[in-house]
């Protein structure tokens, strides 16, 4: 079996949730799971929050996604 040569695109989002750091995740990569084919990976670049009175209030993560391009036809 042949192993093929990959070349990913990699571009960078922020998610946000009131709820953890991994709904901040799962929601920016499903949102580019709408318009991207192909993701591969991801990789957390960045975490911070929002505090108000005394609690977390949002979570933020910058992100790095990588996805395989589509190959050129033969």
């Known amino acids: 079996?042949?192993?093929d040569d990959h070349v990913y695109k990699i571009i960078h989002l922020?998610?946000?949730s009131k709820i953890?750091?991994?709904d901040a995740i799962r929601t920016a990569v499903s949102r580019a799971a709408e318009t991207l084919d192909h993701l591969r990976w991801f990789e957390v670049i960045e975490t911070r929050g929002h505090v108000e009175n005394g609690?977390?209030?949002h979570w933020?993560?910058?992100i790095r996604l990588?996805?395989?391009l589509t190959p050129p036809p033969p």
């Open 60 to 62: 933020q993560v910058v």
């Open 55 to 57: 609690h977390v209030a």
């Open 14 to 16: 922020a998610g946000s």
């Open 20 to 22: 953890s750091v991994e």
């Open 66 to 68: 990588g996805f395989t």
């Open 1 to 3: 079996m042949a192993i």
